[in-house]
């Protein structure tokens, strides 16, 4: 009996990524996982074998913020049309977001939504509502299958209320001590909604009306009360969508305090501004704003540091009709990125604004890290699952909204040239995109990852003060006692 396992594919003559290194080599796929991983001449035989010469091999990316609007809005997106896009842009895990109908706040909710994501495509988690009405029951739903905890600080689609700060930080003190990461849409939200207020009065409907609505003091602030209460909690925290530079160095000290905090920005941010908002108006409406072309270079800056930790997409697909209206305020938030941000980031690496190590780490490594899948996903490794984005560098096109495997056809990025696409992707194993195009036998492969996630030990910070812990008297003390010197 051989002491291999049976080998289903063998990946021949690619170049693999890591952050470190990209190196020549073969990779060998036994069920889900990836084997072998060498010299061209090491390889077992395999039932598959697929050519990738001239291609590279990336870790799957992870994509921490989509909206995949199941159950709701399935006029907007479903599961089955979000993860297709998923598997078309290289993307095998995504984290999907709890502003649905109904909100991801209840284990009722939850289990309607772990149905609908029975057709992924891709592997998935869930991030719960944190909000003042959900925090009795942030037990009963990571028992239930969420990943993580996502607290709409900022208002946006869905019309979810802000938590108040106070519920915020009995939040911060349940998911400290487990070491659950809290996804947070950093934006004032009594800021915006005075400034909107005084805005639609003045008669102003025009695209830049939403950035006026939304200026940069508004993530500022949220992002400083946030991450006061989480390193006083010691609770990890998540920013989602960063968009300005003048909020980094907040969150340069918060890292070199050691605060566990991770962030990820969009390709929106990187390489759109308000001139692009005048030219595309609602289409390109989404929160936080497009800002001013001098918030792009900080962004790719704080990359390249480390301030940011990822890409993410903010996938928020809407119908052309509701992203068309004339008045601003009318037209809905956020569009498709899913299938689109790795053709785009690809397109910057040919024009070497970063190397293909530093958008695996981006796009992966750290994204895995962030939500305790490293090592099981996230690197191309023997042990690992077989989740691979083979990437064609040379490959020229134009990106074509009527394209889009989401139900929202209607894109920024249309007829966006780029250089660098995904040709085929691997989800455990499995082709769930093959020479460009969907394969469709493969939905409802995907699954939780749950099951494989593992977070580093919680570190809860000051819990002698968490409200738990004033809820009884200390030992000795007399419950009359009056302070000293009455
Ligand atoms: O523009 C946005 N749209 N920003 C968000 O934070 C939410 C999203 C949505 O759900 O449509
Ligand atoms: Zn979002």
Not at 50 to 64: E, R, T
Not at 399 to 404: F, R
Request: aromatic share 6%.
């Amino acid at each position: 009996m051989s002491l291999r396992p049976d080998v289903d594919l063998v990946i021949r003559g690619a170049k693999v990524v890591s952050p470190d290194h990209i190196f020549e080599a073969s990779v060998a796929i036994a069920g889900e996982h990836i084997v072998a991983v060498g010299h061209d001449d090491t390889m077992p035989p395999a039932r598959q074998e697929l050519s990738a010469k001239g291609l590279y091999l990336l870790p799957g990316a992870i994509d921490s913020h989509v909206h995949f609007r199941d159950p709701g809005y399935p006029n907007k997106e479903t599961w089955k049309s979000g993860s297709a896009a998923a598997a078309c842009g290289g993307v095998t895990t995504v984290f999907e977001m709890p502003n649905t109908k109904p909100a991801t706040g209840t284990v009722e909710a939850l289990n309607l939504k772990l149905k609908a994501a029975e057709s992924s495509y891709v592997d998935f988690g869930i991030h719960g509502l944190l909000g003042d009405d959900t925090l009795d029951r942030l037990d009963e739903l990571l028992e239930a299958g969420v990943t993580s905890f996502k607290a709409f600080v900022g208002n946006t689609f869905g019309n979810l209320p802000a938590p108040t700060d106070g519920a915020l930080l009995e939040g911060f003190e349940k998911l400290a001590p487990l070491g659950i990461r809290t996804v947070v849409h950093a934006e004032n939200s009594s800021i915006m909604a005075r400034r909107q207020d005084h805005l639609v009065k003045a008669g102003r409907i025009d695209a830049l009306a939403h950035l006026a609505a939304r200026p940069a003091v508004c993530e500022i602030e949220a992002i400083g009360r946030v991450l006061t209460l989480a390193e006083w909690t010691g609770a990890r925290l998540h920013i989602a969508h960063h968009s300005a530079a003048d909020s980094l160095y907040l969150l340069r000290d918060a890292k070199r305090r050691g605060v566990d905090v991770t962030v990820e920005t969009c390709p929106q941010y990187l390489l759109l501004n308000t001139q692009d908002m005048l030219r595309l108006g609602g289409i390109l409406r989404l929160n936080p704003p497009i800002r001013e072309q001098r918030h792009n270079q900080p962004l790719w800056d704080a990359l390249m540091e480390g301030v940011i930790d990822m890409i993410a997409t903010d996938h928020a697909p809407h119908t052309p009709e509701e992203k068309t209206r004339p008045n601003i305020w009318d037209c809905d938030c956020g569009f498709p990125g899913v299938e689109t941000q790795m053709p785009l980031m690809l397109t910057e690496v040919n024009r070497q604004r970063a190397s293909l190590m530093d958008y695996v780490r981006w796009s992966s490594v750290n994204p895995a890290k962030a939500w305790g899948l490293y090592g099981t996903k996230g690197v191309i490794a023997a042990g690992a699952h077989a989740d691979i984005a083979v990437v064609d560098m040379d490959r020229t096109g134009v990106l074509s909204q009527g394209k889009l495997q989401s139900i929202s056809k209607i894109s920024p990025w249309n007829g966006r040239a780029v250089q660098g696409y995904p040709l085929h992707t691997l989800v455990r194993g499995r082709f769930v995109m093959r020479d460009g195009h969907l394969v469709s036998e493969a939905a409802g492969w995907g699954k939780s990852v749950k099951s494989v996630q593992r977070m580093p030990k919680p570190q809860p910070k000051n819990t002698e003060h968490y409200t738990q812990a004033i809820l009884t008297t200390p030992e000795g003390l007399p419950t009359n006692a009056l302070p000293t010197g009455t």
